[in-house]
């Protein structure tokens, strides 16, 4: 049985598309992708120029608000986002709850949907003044929530934030500073951080955000959804891919061995793909990729790593797949995962925090979406349709009656 639906017996219209590959679910002023030429704008700027010369809370400000922040505007900011950094102290002793191999993910799709428990004073989503208290708390905490999440993995204490320092300083420092010690952030490193954020940001209706969209078309409040968002963007398909390419470079170990997995990755009687490689809407070089194959042979290069067994790896996996007609023809193209997982390891995270990282960069262009979603008058609730193809009416049969 195929039943098309109400909406198509009544209008004669109705859209069958598995995945969305060509439903757009919302109009949006935030992000640009031209998947054929591999072009990324936030609110209209290059991502290249924002990555060279702009900052990360700029570029929350600008997803945000729509424009660059002055001067004036841009202090006020980074003012306001500093000054929400620490997390109640009674959320600190939540962390005790978990396990200490809980997967620091695990941790942070708890803590931010338990935001609203702490915060209920900023989750009226009808009040612009709460909407604009939940979006800098999250921009906020959710670094500290996340550096908490490590030390908490690790057993180390928590290392509170600094706020004489700025976002990617700060959030490097509370991951690995410990109590006691002198620690001094690279401002190479942390300005590596920072590009990442801003890599990150947002990426118009990926599958975190349309889900971030969709929590919150209900009216759900803001840390719920952001929480929502989380959780889809740990699956391996897209923000944890990182780390799967990472386990997939490891694995793969040295040059001689890439035709095997090159055939593997072609052959579809294997499950197996290269991670890091394709993407739903670049079908050529993902911009974000070229920057992040730079930060990363900088991060290497500023801690004295000549040779990187990994990187030349990468580089020689993505020469040949790029040479090689199944990847050619599929418009298969490194996607910015596959260099990231590198330089973040380089910068000291352990593979199960490259998604957390991730979650913190994209909570600004999850909250970006939302609030957009929220202030558009035309907003209704989301609701896909579906085509049904289960049993057609029948009657209930009693249970001693069933065979
Ligand atoms: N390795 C080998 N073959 C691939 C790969 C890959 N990485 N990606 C896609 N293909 C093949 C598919 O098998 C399919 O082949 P077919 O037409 O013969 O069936 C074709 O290319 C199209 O792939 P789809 O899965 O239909 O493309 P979709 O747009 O649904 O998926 C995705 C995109 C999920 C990113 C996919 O390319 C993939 O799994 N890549 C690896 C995981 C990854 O790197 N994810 C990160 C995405 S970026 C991000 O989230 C930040």
Not at 4 to 17: H, K, N, P, V, W
Not at 71 to 80: G, I, M, S, V
Not at 240 to 249: F, S, V
Request: with cysteine.
């Amino acid at each position: 049985v195929v039943d098309i639906s109400s909406l198509y017996r009544e209008t004669g219209r109705f859209t069958y598309d598995p995945g969305f590959t060509s439903t757009a679910a919302c109009e949006s002023e935030i992000t640009y992708i031209d998947g054929d030429e591999g072009t990324l704008l936030y609110r209209g700027y290059p991502i290249e120029q924002l990555a060279e010369h702009g900052d990360f809370l700029e570029t929350c400000y600008l997803l945000l608000y729509g424009e660059l922040p002055t001067k004036e505007q841009k202090a006020d900011f980074d003012y306001r986002v500093t000054h929400h950094t620490m997390v109640h102290e009674q959320m600190s002793r939540s962390f005790q709850g978990f396990r200490r191999d809980a997967h620091p993910m695990a941790i942070m799709v708890a803590m931010v949907g338990a935001m609203s428990a702490f915060y209920h004073d900023s989750t009226d989503i009808a009040d612009p003044y709460q909407r604009m208290v939940a979006s800098l708390r999250m921009i906020a905490k959710v670094p500290t929530i996340a550096a908490m999440a490590y030390k908490y993995h690790i057993g180390q204490p928590f290392v509170y934030p600094k706020n004489d320092l700025d976002y990617a300083t700060n959030f490097l420092r509370m991951c690995f500073a410990v109590p006691c010690q002198e620690y001094e952030v690279d401002p190479i490193l942390s300005r590596a951080m920072d590009r990442i954020f801003i890599l990150h940001a947002d990426h118009e209706q990926n599958a975190s955000t349309s889900t971030v969209r969709l929590a919150g078309s209900s009216g759900a409040n803001p840390f719920a959804c952001i929480a929502a968002g989380i959780a889809c963007l740990w699956g391996p398909a897209h923000g944890g891919a990182n780390e799967a390419a990472l386990n997939m470079l490891q694995e793969i170990g040295t040059p001689e061995r890439i035709p095997e997995f090159v055939a593997r990755a072609k052959d579809k009687n294997d499950p197996f793909r290269l991670m890091g490689f394709g993407h739903r809407v670049y079908k050529n070089y993902d911009p974000r990729a070229r920057i992040m194959q730079r930060t990363c042979h900088e991060v290497l290069e500023e801690i004295g790593v000549k040779d990187d067994p990994l990187l030349n790896v990468a580089m020689e996996l993505e020469r040949v797949a790029l040479t090689d007609e199944y990847f050619l023809e599929k418009k298969l193209y490194p996607n910015i995962d596959f260099y990231s997982g590198i330089t973040l390891k380089a910068l000291g995270f352990p593979t199960t925090m490259f998604t957390v990282l991730f979650a913190v960069a994209r909570t600004v262009g999850w909250i970006a979406q939302w609030k957009e979603m929220i202030e558009d008058p035309s907003q209704r609730i989301g609701r896909p349709r579906q085509l049904y193809t289960g049993s057609p009416k029948r009657d209930y049969v009693n249970l001693s009656d069933r065979t």
